[in-house]
């Protein structure tokens, strides 16, 4: 009798592998902290520690990538043309609140990694564009500008980074109620 055994997709996989990882990087630092080791996220992406390697060498390249996919999220969002500041912003805050891992990447000071600046400069870009649209200002006052925008958001990162897993829903729902205010009419 031979046992049976799982059939070696090999590079056919390597997709679907990536995206495993970057949704467990994503679930594992946001519960256990950007130092949580790498053998916790393959084995939540049902992938060995080679395969992550192969795909992320570093914790930075991970991170990136799960940036990445947020800052494409928030393009989709604000390519409609219904979506205004207001609904970016709303969803950037979900983000921060969903990956507490990863907030101290959110503002570009913070790194000299050339695909983390080009995500984040495209963030700036992105809302600056927005902000020049009457019609998707919405209601942020008229003297607000990207930037602005951009250190609020990175405020509240850097507040949700030291903020527990239980309390980080309503600490960013209060925090982002303060900010907010200052930047609408």
Known sequence: MTASRRANPGPKAAAENRAALIRAARTVFAENGFDAPFSLIARAAGVGQGVLYRHFPTRETMAIAVFEENIVEIEVLAADPATTVGDVLAL?????????????????????????????????????????DPGKRGDIRADVTATDIVIAVAMLAALLAKTDLKSRQATSRQAWSILERGLRT
Do not use: K
Request: no cysteine; net charge negative.
């Open 92 to 132: 950037i805050v979900d983000q921060l609140t969903a990956s507490a891992a990863f907030l101290a990447m959110i503002y570009p000071s913070n790194t000299e990694d050339e695909q983390l600046l080009g995500a984040a400069w495209r963030l700036l870009g992105l809302i600056a564009q927005m902000l020049d």
